[in-house]
């Protein structure tokens, strides 16, 4: 069992940044796959970004790329989502997820076993 925990959300102009944490309690943090998802009023969860179990790949959105960099501190069991250059479009509630070992169809959401509560990203124009 995993539990996750986002932190870091908040309010920010057009253009501004942000940095997203999840905070996880694995045992062995480095065995998990993690990935942001976020959900828009109105809309599906969306993939944002995953990165393997140590680090070494990474897959973003295309309507992200060059914007979130996403890593993660497996010494710190923590996540991280680094955002810049945000846009309204970026406006959603932000989500980490986990799942053990495996890195195909990272971009899908019934991928996941574990989520975290969700933080509020917005971003006002």
């Known amino acids: 069992q995993v539990q996750l925990v986002e932190s870091g959300g908040g309010l920010v102009q057009a253009g501004g940044s942000l940095r997203l944490s999840c905070a996880a309690s694995?045992?062995?943090?480095?065995?998990?796959?993690m990935a942001w998802f976020r959900q828009a009023p109105g809309k599906g969860r969306e993939f944002v970004a995953a990165i393997t179990g140590r680090g070494r790949n990474t897959n973003y959105a295309d309507s992200v790329k060059g914007r979130l960099t996403i890593s993660r501190d497996n010494a710190k069991n923590t996540l991280y989502l680094q955002m810049s250059g945000l846009k309204p479009e970026d406006t959603a509630v932000y989500y980490c997820?986990?799942?053990?070992?495996?890195?195909?169809?990272?971009?899908?959401?019934?991928?996941?076993?574990?989520w975290g509560q969700g933080t509020q990203v917005t971003v006002s124009s």
């Open positions: 694995a045992r062995t943090f480095s065995d998990y796959t």
């Open positions: 997820a986990a799942r053990a070992h495996y890195y195909s169809n990272y971009e899908k959401v019934e991928s996941y076993a574990y």
